[in-house]
């Protein structure tokens, strides 16, 4: 079975219906990282809104960073769509 370490716990899909509120109240309330899995292999995670939220500010992050390294390494040089086609073709 697949295992991340971030994961507290994980349910059967077939178990995931039968304690969906308790998996829901484990994941808002006590912050458990709950993994699905479906035939035995990790499927998905259920995760709190704080966890998805602080998920999505480091995504933002690194996407920022990435902007910013990128930028300061552009030197300005352009071309054009027609040189780009003539370095691909040759």
């Known amino acids: 079975m697949q295992h991340m370490d971030t994961v507290t716990?994980?349910?059967?899909?077939?178990?995931?219906?039968?304690?969906?509120?308790?998996?829901?109240?484990?994941?808002?309330?006590?912050?458990e990282r709950i993994g699905v899995t479906r035939n035995g292999k990790l499927a998905a995670v259920v995760i709190s809104?704080?966890?998805?939220?602080?998920?999505e500010a480091f995504e933002m992050a690194h996407d920022v960073a990435a902007y910013?390294?990128?930028?300061?390494?552009?030197?300005g040089t352009r071309v054009t769509l027609d040189e780009l086609r003539g370095e691909l073709a040759s």
């Open 49 to 55: 809104v704080a966890d998805l939220e602080a998920l």
């Open 9 to 31: 716990n994980e349910v059967s899909t077939r178990e995931l219906r039968a304690q969906l509120s308790d998996v829901l109240g484990r994941a808002m309330y006590a912050g």
């Open 68 to 75: 910013r390294e990128a930028k300061a390494a552009d030197d």
